[in-house]
């Protein structure tokens, strides 16, 4: 019948188990069993210590792996950094060398069209006040046949190297 009563309020009843665990006993270990459980519990300590040990090492050379493959994605990334920077100073040389390869053609050209003969005459009579030379002025020189020239280089002696004992032996036989 306490099903059917009616309750009120939101909050759902409490409904009261018909059962109630019972609690094992357990039996009191005899002294020769504590210390073997002792001792297996010193091989058990001593399997966890090994066991975390083994795992700090797993760890640490983890953090080691871990850390060697950011230190070469870093160096990696640092020598793609340099390549671009050399990259990009060889583009700027190349520039500067079209622009000036530019402005040499051009002062080519003016110097080519300065070097006309009419643009000279024209040059040395404003300029510099010359005139073209009359007949009067003009001297005539004969030059005989014959080549008179020189060889600019005099002759070259060479010395050989000898020690002093070359030498006197050289002195004493002559």
């Known amino acids: 019948m306490a099903g059917s009563m009616y309750q009120y309020g939101t909050n759902p009843r409490k409904v009261q188990p018909e059962y109630s665990p019972k609690k094992r006993k357990t039996k009191k270990k005899s002294p020769k069993q504590t210390k073997k459980t ?3 519990l010193k091989a058990e300590e001593m399997q966890r210590m090994e066991q975390l040990k083994k795992e700090k ?9 871990i850390i060697s493959m950011f230190l070469l994605l870093l160096t990696i990334s640092y ?3 340099l390549i671009t920077e050399k990259f990009n100073q060889i583009q700027n ?3 500067e060398l079209s622009a000036i390869e530019k402005t ?3 002062t080519e050209i003016s110097i080519e069209s300065s ?12 300029k510099l006040g010359m005139q073209k030379l009359d007949k009067d002025q003009k001297v005539y020189v004969t030059i005989p046949k014959k080549d008179y020239t020189e060889s600019a280089t005099p002759e070259v002696k060479t010395e050989e190297n000898t020690n002093w004992f070359t030498e006197l032996f050289s002195k004493l036989f002559k």
Do not use: C, D, P
């Open 38 to 40: 002792k001792a297996q």
């Open 57 to 65: 090492k797993i760890h640490y050379q983890n953090i080691a792996i």
């Open 79 to 81: 020598r793609n950094s």
């Open 93 to 95: 040389k190349k520039q």
């Open 104 to 106: 040499n053609g051009q």
């Open 115 to 126: 070097l006309n003969l009419k643009s000279l005459e024209k040059a040395a009579k404003n």
